[in-house]
């Protein structure tokens, strides 16, 4: 169980740092004791093993102790928004009616701090029993529940301490959020090497943390990214010895090298699925000459190229990427139509297009589903945002394909620039490019994207969609 190493190191570092926020740090024995206080009162509200607890805690010390003590207890826990759990905790002064609540309330809290922080007796736990559920980041429709066990939560963080966290201390950051598999990995992670964890670090605020905390790991998406680079104030000078974590989209090229050039050299790029698990792992620099790449797969999975057949095509031919092992779950909870749709003779179907490189790195080129075909020619979202990305000023962006009134799909391209930015200047730059369409334009303030970082291209396709529809005809841009 992953509250196991928060007990350990209460006895071994007692005051070391085992959460970090913004208003102070706690140490491990003052965290462990918490979790055994929460345990204790959640234990006598009659919470067991078999149930699913959805966590929607805003405060983020009591997020992660709550999630910690459930796991003590060998019950499941979910993330907030988790609708098919058996019970939530909340502190919203009025909890959504969807699902039994407990309420997290000051009066609460104070009684949990009060008692006695008696240590919950040890659990044996079914290695193959639920012990956390978490919510696909699909970027349509309702998410899909998937479970793991406790077997396989191991997995994934032995994988993760091998992989990119072995021997390192200092502080990990979780920018995505402990709602998100990355994120609840860094924390489970953190506690295993004895790190101190952060909770609620904005990516705006993260450069006057690089300059205080010691060194460590931070997750994040690109997106996050790109923020923190803006977010840098004069004279920056990070501490040594940070290690970026970048995943839940593809990383442009220029953003890495930004940052490799002005935080630190040591960028990871991870490519994985709440599905399929970690499917990637690569060094930044290898975006130099090769955008897109993701790493080699780590031992313990298969990833494969195949075509619409299902049939593996050659080396460095384009096909749908594919995942096996035991990180990869069986299916979707309560949903046989997806499982039977994304799961088939123990491969995850990503749903990612791809290519690999004669020497193992896994290239993405974008989803299968986002593939716009515009009058006979296909291309990929990704590539006309590379393009519009390398344009001074423009700060994201996002291509989508919407059907005009023949029908026939038309390029759209979602922009969010600098102020006083020049449009015609990114028109005249695509155009520049060679081989692209020319898309029509939506200026937006921010590019939807779920939680760790995918663009959300239906609901940029319906906005655009409703818009048109209101506008006489011809009037649309």
Known sequence: MFDGPIRDHAGWTPRAPAIVTPGGAFAYA???????RCA???DELGILPG??????LSAPYIQLVATAALARLGVASSPAGDWGADLRLSDAATPPADLPACRIDEAWLRAMYARDPRPMPPRSLDPLALGRVMLSSGTTGRPRRVGYTWRRIEHGNHLSLRSYGGGRLGAWVPLVGVDAMMGLTMAMCGWAVGAAVTASFEADDLPHWLERLGSGIVAMTPIQLRRVLDALPPGFRPLPGWRLMVGGSLLPPETAQEARARITPDIRTLYGS??????????ASGLDDAPGQVGITPSGAIAAIVDEEGRPVPEGESGEVRIRGPRVIQGYLGDPQATAERFQDGWYLTGDIGHRLPDGRLVLEGRRDD???LGGLKIMPAVLEAAALSCPGV?????FAVPDDT???TCWLAVTAAPDFDGEALSRHLARQGGLPAPRYAWIQQIPRNAMGKVERNVLRDAVLAATCALPAGKAR
């Open 40 to 42: 204790g009162v959640l």
């Open 51 to 56: 149930q699913v607890v959805s966590v929607a």
């Open 407 to 409: 029908g026939l799909d």
């Open 371 to 373: 593939r716009m075909n």
């Open 30 to 36: 003052q965290v462990d004791a918490d979790v055994n």
């Open 274 to 283: 709440t599905e399929g698990g970690n499917g990637g792992l690569g060094l």
């Open 395 to 399: 700060q994201d962006c996002a291509a």
